[in-house]
């Protein structure tokens, strides 16, 4: 399977989508099924189903049961290939956009609601830094609930923006639940770690 080394922004599926209309899709589009991944929690696998595109590229849909979220992500050697092909996913399937998901958000009033919508829009967030996005977790982050400022720690994980490494190290510090400043010293650490590997 030709899996590139550049990943596409994930693809947030809508939850009343089924799995079916993805598997149409791709065989409407002649994709070539791959095989599925076998779930490892301890290895941080979720369920994951990969189709070859054809074009050096391979499409993979994944249930992340941690995020309690499905979406689907695009590898290609070529970055530009792996947007573009994407942008006509997200043209066809029901996906959230990302104005949808920052919406989503600003309605969200319960912490229940605010967390989902916070790991959703982390999950889903473009691949280079955007203020809207990031106004809202600099918001989260000083939530009274702990739900909403782990949610707002995960998000900052999955989007991987350097902006975020800061909010990081102030919650490893000041954060009230111990479990919450242990896991952003541990998401600093992978920071550091990716940054100097250059990723």
């Not at 993805?22 to 994709?31: I, K, L, Q, T």
């Not at 849909?61 to 050697?77: G, K, P, Q, T, W």
């Not at 970055?79 to 958000?105: C, G, K, N, S, T």
């Not at 106004?135 to 909403?148: F, L």
Request: glycine share 6%; no cysteine; net charge negative.
């Amino acid at each position: 399977m030709p899996v590139g080394r550049f990943s596409s922004r994930n693809l947030v599926v809508k939850e009343d989508a089924e799995p079916e209309e993805v598997r149409a899709f791709a065989d409407h589009n002649g994709w070539d099924f791959v095989g599925q991944v076998e779930r490892d929690p301890e290895k941080g696998t979720f369920y994951e189903v990969a189709w070859d595109a054809g074009d050096g590229g391979s499409i993979h849909y994944v249930v992340d049961e941690f995020a309690d979220i499905v979406y689907l992500v695009v590898r290609n050697s070529d970055r530009i290939a792996a947007e573009e092909r994407a942008d006509r996913i997200a043209d066809q399937l029901p996906v959230w956009r990302l104005d949808d998901m920052l919406e989503e958000f600003d309605a969200s009033v319960y912490p229940a609601g605010w967390a989902k919508a916070l790991m959703r829009l982390g999950v889903g967030s473009p691949l280079v830094e955007n203020a809207d996005v990031v106004t809202r977790v600099q918001e989260s982050v000083q939530h009274k609930d702990a739900r909403v400022r782990r949610a707002a720690l995960w998000a900052m994980v999955y989007a991987e923006w350097p902006v975020y490494r800061t909010l990081l190290a102030q919650m490893a510090e000041s954060d009230e639940d111990p479990q919450i400043a242990a896991e952003a010293a541990q998401a600093v650490t992978r920071f550091d770690a990716a940054e100097g590997t250059g990723r």
